[in-house]
Antibody, heavy 116, light 108 residues
Framework: QVQLVQSGAEVKKPGASVKVSCKAA????????IHWVRQAPGQRPEWMGW????????KYSQTLQGRVTLTADTSATTAYMELSSLTSEDTAVYYC?????????WGQGTLVTVSS | SYVLTQPPSVSVAPGQTATITCGGN??????VHWYQQRPGQAPVLVIY???DRPSGIPERFSGSNSGNTASLIINRVEAGDEGDYYC???????????FGSGTKVTVL
Protein backbone atom coordinates (compact mmCIF):
# COMPACT_ATOMS: atom_id res chain seq x y z
CA GLN A 1 0.00 0.00 0.00
CA VAL A 2 1.08 3.59 -0.56
CA GLN A 3 2.95 5.05 2.41
CA LEU A 4 4.63 8.39 3.01
CA VAL A 5 6.69 8.45 6.20
CA GLN A 6 8.09 11.75 7.39
CA SER A 7 10.96 12.62 9.70
CA GLY A 8 10.43 13.58 13.32
CA ALA A 9 9.56 16.82 15.06
CA GLU A 10 12.03 19.71 15.01
CA VAL A 11 12.65 22.70 17.25
CA LYS A 12 14.54 25.56 15.65
CA LYS A 13 15.64 29.05 16.60
CA PRO A 14 14.59 32.09 14.57
CA GLY A 15 16.80 32.57 11.54
CA ALA A 16 17.70 28.89 11.27
CA SER A 17 16.75 26.41 8.55
CA VAL A 18 14.89 23.11 8.76
CA LYS A 19 14.89 20.11 6.43
CA VAL A 20 12.06 17.58 6.51
CA SER A 21 12.16 14.23 4.72
CA CYS A 22 9.34 12.18 3.23
CA LYS A 23 10.07 8.52 2.46
CA ALA A 24 7.73 7.01 -0.15
CA ALA A 25 6.85 3.34 -0.52
CA UNK A 26 4.25 1.16 -2.24
CA UNK A 27 4.27 2.85 -5.65
CA UNK A 28 6.64 3.96 -8.40
CA UNK A 29 8.17 7.09 -6.91
CA UNK A 30 9.02 8.78 -10.21
CA UNK A 31 5.48 8.52 -11.60
CA UNK A 32 3.95 11.10 -9.24
CA UNK A 33 4.56 14.59 -7.95
CA ILE A 34 5.10 15.21 -4.26
CA HIS A 35 3.42 18.29 -2.82
CA TRP A 36 4.18 19.97 0.48
CA VAL A 37 1.47 21.54 2.63
CA ARG A 38 1.77 23.16 6.03
CA GLN A 39 -0.83 23.86 8.67
CA ALA A 40 -0.38 26.35 11.47
CA PRO A 41 -2.32 25.71 14.69
CA GLY A 42 -6.05 26.25 14.14
CA GLN A 43 -5.54 27.31 10.52
CA ARG A 44 -6.43 25.88 7.15
CA PRO A 45 -3.77 23.97 5.20
CA GLU A 46 -1.43 26.13 3.13
CA TRP A 47 0.13 24.80 -0.06
CA MET A 48 3.90 25.32 -0.24
CA GLY A 49 4.99 23.81 -3.53
CA TRP A 50 5.56 20.64 -5.47
CA UNK A 51 8.28 18.61 -7.10
CA UNK A 52 8.04 16.28 -10.06
CA UNK A 53 9.79 13.24 -8.62
CA UNK A 54 10.60 12.00 -12.12
CA UNK A 55 12.53 14.98 -13.46
CA UNK A 56 13.05 17.23 -10.42
CA UNK A 57 11.04 20.17 -11.75
CA UNK A 58 9.62 22.35 -9.01
CA LYS A 59 6.96 25.00 -8.46
CA TYR A 60 6.79 27.10 -5.30
CA SER A 61 4.15 29.18 -3.59
CA GLN A 62 4.73 32.86 -4.26
CA THR A 63 4.55 33.61 -0.55
CA LEU A 64 7.44 31.24 0.19
CA GLN A 65 9.46 31.66 -2.99
CA GLY A 66 13.09 32.17 -2.12
CA ARG A 67 12.86 30.49 1.30
CA VAL A 68 11.69 26.99 0.36
CA THR A 69 13.62 24.35 -1.59
CA LEU A 70 12.20 21.01 -2.65
CA THR A 71 14.40 18.12 -3.73
CA ALA A 72 14.00 14.41 -4.38
CA ASP A 73 16.38 11.46 -4.21
CA THR A 74 15.00 8.83 -6.58
CA SER A 75 17.42 6.13 -5.40
CA ALA A 76 16.11 6.56 -1.85
CA THR A 77 12.50 7.28 -2.95
CA THR A 78 12.61 10.24 -0.60
CA ALA A 79 11.52 13.84 -1.02
CA TYR A 80 12.86 16.72 1.03
CA MET A 81 11.58 20.16 1.99
CA GLU A 82 13.99 22.77 3.30
CA LEU A 83 12.76 26.08 4.69
CA SER A 84 15.20 28.84 5.59
CA SER A 85 15.16 32.08 7.60
CA LEU A 86 12.62 30.68 10.02
CA THR A 87 10.39 32.91 12.13
CA SER A 88 7.70 32.12 14.68
CA GLU A 89 5.18 32.39 11.82
CA ASP A 90 6.65 29.18 10.39
CA THR A 91 5.61 27.12 13.41
CA ALA A 92 3.30 24.50 11.89
CA VAL A 93 2.81 20.87 11.00
CA TYR A 94 4.40 20.16 7.62
CA TYR A 95 2.94 17.46 5.37
CA CYS A 96 4.08 15.81 2.18
CA UNK A 97 1.38 14.41 -0.09
CA UNK A 98 1.29 12.49 -3.34
CA UNK A 99 -0.69 14.02 -6.14
CA UNK A 100 -2.68 12.11 -8.69
CA UNK A 101 -5.51 14.50 -9.56
CA UNK A 102 -5.96 15.28 -5.88
CA UNK A 103 -3.63 14.86 -2.91
CA UNK A 104 -4.52 11.23 -2.46
CA UNK A 105 -2.01 10.08 0.14
CA TRP A 106 -0.44 12.14 2.91
CA GLY A 107 2.46 11.71 5.27
CA GLN A 108 1.80 11.70 9.00
CA GLY A 109 3.08 15.26 9.39
CA THR A 110 6.15 16.82 11.00
CA LEU A 111 5.78 19.46 13.69
CA VAL A 112 8.27 22.29 13.30
CA THR A 113 8.44 24.68 16.23
CA VAL A 114 10.34 27.95 15.90
CA SER A 115 11.19 29.44 19.26
CA SER A 116 14.02 31.40 20.81
CA SER B 1 -6.07 34.89 -5.64
CA TYR B 2 -8.92 32.39 -5.75
CA VAL B 3 -10.95 32.19 -2.53
CA LEU B 4 -12.97 29.25 -1.21
CA THR B 5 -15.54 29.92 1.51
CA GLN B 6 -17.02 27.31 3.85
CA PRO B 7 -19.36 27.58 6.84
CA PRO B 8 -17.36 27.40 10.09
CA SER B 9 -19.46 24.64 11.59
CA VAL B 10 -22.19 22.11 10.90
CA SER B 11 -23.99 20.15 13.60
CA VAL B 12 -25.98 17.03 12.81
CA ALA B 13 -27.71 14.24 14.72
CA PRO B 14 -26.57 10.65 14.20
CA GLY B 15 -28.31 9.04 11.24
CA GLN B 16 -29.13 12.36 9.62
CA THR B 17 -27.55 14.07 6.61
CA ALA B 18 -24.79 16.67 6.78
CA THR B 19 -24.22 19.02 3.85
CA ILE B 20 -21.03 21.09 3.73
CA THR B 21 -20.78 23.82 1.13
CA CYS B 22 -17.77 25.36 -0.56
CA GLY B 23 -18.28 28.63 -2.39
CA GLY B 24 -16.02 30.00 -5.10
CA ASN B 25 -16.34 32.12 -8.21
CA UNK B 26 -17.53 29.82 -11.04
CA UNK B 27 -16.28 26.84 -9.05
CA UNK B 28 -18.13 24.53 -11.42
CA UNK B 29 -15.24 25.08 -13.86
CA UNK B 30 -12.79 23.50 -11.42
CA UNK B 31 -12.31 20.02 -9.99
CA VAL B 32 -13.08 20.10 -6.28
CA HIS B 33 -11.54 17.74 -3.75
CA TRP B 34 -12.61 17.19 -0.14
CA TYR B 35 -10.54 16.14 2.86
CA GLN B 36 -11.49 14.98 6.33
CA GLN B 37 -9.14 15.83 9.18
CA ARG B 38 -9.56 14.38 12.64
CA PRO B 39 -7.81 16.12 15.57
CA GLY B 40 -4.06 15.55 15.54
CA GLN B 41 -4.15 13.60 12.29
CA ALA B 42 -3.24 14.22 8.67
CA PRO B 43 -5.99 15.06 6.18
CA VAL B 44 -7.64 12.14 4.41
CA LEU B 45 -9.09 12.42 0.91
CA VAL B 46 -12.82 11.58 0.92
CA ILE B 47 -13.99 12.96 -2.46
CA TYR B 48 -11.95 13.85 -5.55
CA UNK B 49 -12.85 15.40 -8.89
CA UNK B 50 -16.16 16.75 -7.54
CA UNK B 51 -17.88 13.42 -6.87
CA ASP B 52 -15.54 10.41 -6.99
CA ARG B 53 -14.76 8.37 -3.87
CA PRO B 54 -11.32 6.87 -3.19
CA SER B 55 -11.29 3.19 -2.32
CA GLY B 56 -12.12 2.62 1.33
CA ILE B 57 -14.36 5.68 1.67
CA PRO B 58 -17.97 4.72 2.50
CA GLU B 59 -20.71 5.30 -0.04
CA ARG B 60 -22.31 7.61 2.53
CA PHE B 61 -19.94 10.29 1.28
CA SER B 62 -20.85 12.03 -1.97
CA GLY B 63 -20.12 15.30 -3.72
CA SER B 64 -21.56 17.73 -6.23
CA ASN B 65 -20.43 20.89 -7.99
CA SER B 66 -22.58 23.46 -9.76
CA GLY B 67 -22.50 27.18 -10.39
CA ASN B 68 -20.60 28.88 -7.58
CA THR B 69 -21.03 26.15 -4.98
CA ALA B 70 -19.61 22.68 -4.45
CA SER B 71 -21.02 20.42 -1.75
CA LEU B 72 -19.97 17.44 0.31
CA ILE B 73 -22.88 15.33 1.52
CA ILE B 74 -22.56 12.82 4.33
CA ASN B 75 -25.57 10.51 4.61
CA ARG B 76 -26.45 8.53 7.76
CA VAL B 77 -23.90 10.45 9.81
CA GLU B 78 -21.94 8.50 12.42
CA ALA B 79 -19.94 9.65 15.44
CA GLY B 80 -16.73 8.76 13.58
CA ASP B 81 -17.49 11.40 10.94
CA GLU B 82 -16.66 14.21 13.36
CA GLY B 83 -13.75 16.40 12.33
CA ASP B 84 -12.75 19.27 10.11
CA TYR B 85 -13.54 19.14 6.42
CA TYR B 86 -11.70 21.15 3.78
CA CYS B 87 -12.48 21.69 0.11
CA UNK B 88 -9.58 22.26 -2.26
CA UNK B 89 -9.02 23.23 -5.90
CA UNK B 90 -6.10 23.90 -8.19
CA UNK B 91 -6.02 27.59 -9.13
CA UNK B 92 -4.57 27.56 -12.63
CA UNK B 93 -4.21 31.34 -12.68
CA UNK B 94 -1.92 31.46 -9.67
CA UNK B 95 -0.64 27.93 -10.27
CA UNK B 96 -1.21 26.80 -6.72
CA UNK B 97 -3.53 24.69 -4.60
CA UNK B 98 -6.17 26.58 -2.65
CA PHE B 99 -7.88 25.22 0.46
CA GLY B 100 -11.21 26.31 1.85
CA SER B 101 -11.58 27.84 5.30
CA GLY B 102 -12.73 24.55 6.75
CA THR B 103 -15.94 23.28 8.37
CA LYS B 104 -16.07 21.60 11.74
CA VAL B 105 -18.64 18.80 11.77
CA THR B 106 -20.11 17.97 15.15
CA VAL B 107 -22.30 14.91 15.69
CA LEU B 108 -24.84 15.70 18.40
Amino acid sequence: QVQLVQSGAEVKKPGASVKVSCKAAGYTFTYYAIHWVRQAPGQRPEWMGWINAGNGNTKYSQTLQGRVTLTADTSATTAYMELSSLTSEDTAVYYCARRFTSLDHWGQGTLVTVSS
Amino acid sequence: SYVLTQPPSVSVAPGQTATITCGGNNIRSKSVHWYQQRPGQAPVLVIYDDRDRPSGIPERFSGSNSGNTASLIINRVEAGDEGDYYCQVWDSTGEHHVFGSGTKVTVL
